[in-house]
């Protein structure tokens, strides 16, 4: 609206550039070209890096602090602590729009020239991110390349996921362009691949992992130690996704796999998914005896929690303390996946002996740990689900409505079962009571993973507000 009434005589603009630059247009050479060389970084740039950029430009510090100001006042920009913003993401796109193709590379380099030297107020991770956004544009990919694998590394540590996986895929995209690609990462194309495939399941997208996994063993030696830590991953991934093919590649992960318990270990947990109790949980404890042999404490917390899961019909302590082990070896290791399973897992145990306080604590926790972990966006609608169905059985329900209001709306289901792409919501019939739906009965839904996290286990307490409800787009994702 600003743009609009600033038009000369109320003029209308040709379009939404027209209209967004009508602010940009009357300012000076000088300013127009600082705004320029800002939105090149983006909606927001830090004072320090355009300082540099400017005087690699030939804006001297004078002339940019009078830029500034006159941008500042035309309400073009608005000044932060540390640097300026764009008063809106669209005026930003629409003064980069406005440069030429040569002007935008050659601001992409000097930010990449200056990012590299080191700006002072910025971090190490905010400035090799930035690096690898600004080197990609400019095309020199050899230092775009180093800079996507250190923030790669960057982002896994602050356990943000979606944006590890994104990085990691950029390194792909690099690699072939850089002919000493492998040297200067200091691994292999498969080796990359393999990290590729685990980051893409621990974001969620278990499919995604197969084809990064199935690109690497197309291109090595099946006997290879490297093929079998594929095969393991690729076979997890399709266990997500309710691929029959999980245990052909597990069984012949087997012939070749250095660490037996990793093959055991996962074994056990697909057999669990596809129904096969008496195999899983031999499987499991195989798995946890040849871990505990070895010292291989991951697989032994992974063991733990099928077999936590596996035997909580009894009713006995045993599989509660196995799934509490499990998630603190998990926990201390780091493990995001097997953490998040056996919490879900705990909850449903607890739900089954109807400790009802208990449950809604750990219901709580998962999704707490969640956010923590970095995994909220792929598993919070699930874990939403379960803690609201904690709340209505602790006769909670207007928390627990506020809780299915508020939980995010991810799809995450996969393949041709539509019927498995809404959450599912509680329904409530009136009746006083939940309706309880066998976990056996619905184990082949979400195409062999178990229904959302609020059900990993025997039963499942399912119920709606209201009648048949079209809130939410897609169907919340356990962890497997």
């Known amino acids: 609206m600003e743009s609009f009434l600033a038009a000369p005589e109320g003029g209308v603009p040709e379009g939404p550039r027209e209209l967004l630059m009508r602010r940009v247009e009357p300012l000076a050479a000088t300013t127009r070209r600082v705004l320029g060389?800002?939105?090149v970084a983006g909606?927001?740039?830090?004072?320090?890096l355009l300082t540099e950029v400017a005087?690699?430009?030939?804006?001297g510090e004078d002339d940019l602090d009078e830029a500034l100001r006159?941008?500042?006042?035309?309400?073009?920009?608005?000044a932060t602590d540390t640097g300026y913003v764009f008063r809106h993401a669209l005026l930003a796109e629409a003064v980069k729009g406005d440069l030429l193709p040569g002007q935008r590379v050659r601001a992409h380099r000097r930010y990449a020239a200056a990012l590299e030297g080191g700006v002072p107020g910025l971090s190490r991770s905010e400035s090799v991110a930035q690096l690898a956004h600004h080197a990609y544009s400019a095309h020199d990919h050899p230092r775009a390349l180093g800079a996507a694998w250190e923030s790669?590394?960057?982002?896994?540590?602050?356990?943000a996921h979606p944006e590890h996986l994104a990085l990691l895929e950029?390194?792909?995209?690099?690699?072939?362009?850089?002919?000493?690609?492998?040297?200067r990462l200091g691994t292999t194309y498969g080796e990359l691949l393999l990290g590729v495939c685990l980051a893409a399941q621990t974001a969620g997208d278990p499919r995604r992992a197969v084809e990064h996994a199935s690109e690497a063993l197309a291109e090595l030696d099946p006997g290879s130690e490297l093929a079998a830590r594929l095969l393991v991953a690729r076979g997890l991934s399709y266990k997500e996704l309710g691929r029959l093919e999980a245990l052909d590649d597990l069984r012949a992960a087997a012939r070749n796999h250095p660490e037996p318990a990793v093959v055991s270990a996962n074994t056990a947990s697909v057999l669990m998914m596809r129904g096969s109790d008496a195999e899983a949980e031999r499987a499991a404890r195989a798995a946890i005896e040849e871990a505990r042999a070895c010292g291989d404490r991951a697989s032994e917390a992974d063991a733990l929690v099928t077999l936590g899961a596996l035997l909580d019909h009894t009713g006995e302590e045993e599989p509660l303390e196995m799934l509490r082990e499990g998630i603190r070896i998990a926990r201390e290791l780091g493990d995001v996946q097997v953490e998040m399973r056996g919490l879900n897992n705990l909850g449903s145990n607890l739900g089954s002996r109807f400790e009802t306080r208990e449950r809604l604590a750990c219901a709580?926790?998962?999704?707490?740990?969640s956010a923590e972990l970095g995994v909220a966006r792929s598993q919070g609608a699930g874990l939403a689900n379960g803690l609201a169905s904690a709340l209505v059985a602790a006769g909670r329900l207007e928390e627990a409505r506020a809780r299915l209001d508020a939980a995010p709306r991810v799809r995450t289901c996969r393949g041709p079962d539509a019927r498995c792409?809404?959450?599912?919501?509680?329904?409530?019939?009136g009746t006083g009571r939940p309706a309880e739906v066998p976990w056996r009965s619905s184990r082949g839904c979400c195409h062999g993973r178990p229904p959302p996290a609020w059900s990993t286990c025997r039963t499942t307490t399912r119920v709606s507000w209201g009648c048949s409800s079209s809130r939410g787009s897609g169907g919340p994702r356990p962890p497997g």
């Open 37 to 39: 060389l800002a939105s």
């Open 43 to 48: 909606d927001r740039v830090d004072h320090g």
């Open 55 to 59: 005087e690699a430009s030939g804006v």
């Open 70 to 78: 006159e941008a500042v006042d035309a309400r073009v920009l608005g």
């Open 152 to 159: 790669a590394g960057h982002a896994r540590d602050a356990s």
């Open 170 to 183: 950029r390194v792909v995209e690099l690699w072939e362009l850089v002919p000493d690609a492998a040297e």
């Open 364 to 369: 709580q926790e998962a999704l707490d740990r």
């Open 421 to 429: 792409s809404s959450p599912r919501w509680p329904r409530w019939r």
